[in-house]
């Protein structure tokens, strides 16, 4: 006799209203995403053992802290424009974004 794991119903999670997180941000969300897609037995894992979301929220800060951090430093060695123009200052930060969005891109497909 066959089961069929669809028709099976799993437990529900009750947490009290202190307990429950914050809404995942972009990152989180790309992260969480990306483990159930690529890495579904590891993905598998932390929900089992009921730690997926604590480390997808713990790698969303991380990631949010070394984008901050990236972007300060870019910002110290190429310093803004000297100018009233608001667009060639926009352009300079969208570039600096850019190019931290890389570094950003990259962390975000390595597994939690």
Known sequence: MA??????????????PEQIPEPLGRY?????????????????????????MERIYLREKEI??????????????????KTDSFLKVAVHMSILA???DEVTEKELRKPV
């Open 28 to 52: 989180g969300v790309e992260i969480l995403r990306m483990m159930k897609r690529d890495y579904t037995d590891r993905y598998w894992q932390l929900v089992l053992s009921g730690t997926l």
């Open 98 to 100: 850019e190019a931290v």
């Open 64 to 81: 949010e802290e070394l984008r901050l951090l990236l972007l300060k430093r870019l910002e110290e060695k190429y310093p803004r424009p």
């Open 3 to 16: 089961t069929n794991l669809t028709q099976t119903s799993l437990p529900t999670v009750v947490l009290p």
